[in-house]
């Protein structure tokens, strides 16, 4: 396959490039990493519990059994079962639902098809694609519902009831640009006047790649989805933003698809049914 070797000039170049700019936020996340705390959350290992429970999310990219090419706007370029691909955007999602549905950031939905990447059971990537559900564009809110099956070995996340202050949080990415894992603490809540908005602010090192990433409490509760990353006034201190899913108005969501979906495609409910009873 000659048309990877240019690839591979490209991705080592660009790699030779890249390196000033992700050292330091590599050097931050493993830093934020070394604490027993952040080694751990429900009883597992950080990286069993994530690979679990989270996965690499592409947008504008090719075929779902061809991901080498982009056909426009070309951004990034990465490696996937040992070959080089190329993508427009990477972002990570998070499973909330048995059924095959996952939570993400809006704006990481807007370039084109979404894929989303899994290793199950902790082997070799496999793609699906990914059916944009629903958006929430209103300012602030960047969430947007995906629905694609689980595969095998892929666990859906609890949603915690409330933000809690000081706590830690473990945070994952796509992997695209930065470390996956990043932790810290929620140093601050806020959200809209009428109750309808809920996010919180957290240190955990982030960067592009990272957004739609799950924010997750040690006790293995989804804190958050991640959509917005900077620093403090100070310049020196990271700072996150991750939303609070209203699970009460996500449910709803998406027991309508599903409901959709039984009339529109029965065959397909059946073998998702089937899907989901065999891995119980």
Not at 186 to 213: F, K, M, N, Q, R
Not at 261 to 277: H, L, S
Request: include cysteine; charged fraction near 20%; hydrophobic fraction near 40%.
């Amino acid at each position: 396959m000659p048309r990877f070797k240019a690839f591979e000039v490209l991705a080592l170049l660009l790699s030779v490039a890249a390196t000033g700019c992700s050292s330091g936020i590599d050097a931050r996340k493993h830093a934020s990493m070394r604490s027993e705390s952040a080694q751990h959350i429900a009883g597992a290992s950080s990286t069993e519990f994530a690979i679990g429970r989270s996965a690499v999310l592409f947008t504008g990219t090719d075929e779902v059994d061809h991901l080498h090419l982009a056909k426009r706007e070309v951004q990034g370029v990465f490696r996937l079962r040992g070959q080089v691909c190329r993508t427009v955007g990477g972002c990570a999602a998070v499973p909330i639902d048995a059924r095959g549905y996952w939570l993400t950031a809006a704006h990481c939905t807007r370039s084109g098809a979404v894929l989303i990447v899994v290793p199950p059971n902790g082997h070799e990537e496999r793609a699906v694609a990914a059916r944009v559900v629903w958006q929430d564009t209103a300012p602030g809110h960047d969430l947007a519902l995906l629905q694609a099956p689980l595969p095998e070995g892929v666990t859906p996340a609890e949603v915690a009831s409330g933000v809690r202050m000081s706590a830690g949080v473990l945070c994952v990415g796509s992997g695209i640009g930065s470390d996956r894992f990043s932790a810290g603490r929620v140093v601050g809540v806020g959200g809209s006047t009428d109750g309808s908005l809920i996010w919180l602010e957290h240190d955990a090192p982030l960067s592009a790649g990272d957004s739609g990433g799950p924010a997750f409490y040690q006790d293995g509760l989804l804190a958050g989805i991640n959509f917005e990353a900077g620093t403090s006034f100070s310049g020196k201190t990271a700072r996150a933003t991750a939303i609070q899913p209203n699970m009460r108005s996500i449910q709803l969501l998406i027991d309508e698809d599903w409901n959709h979906k039984k009339c529109a495609d029965p065959d397909a409910v059946i073998e998702a049914v089937k899907a989901i009873t065999d891995r119980q």
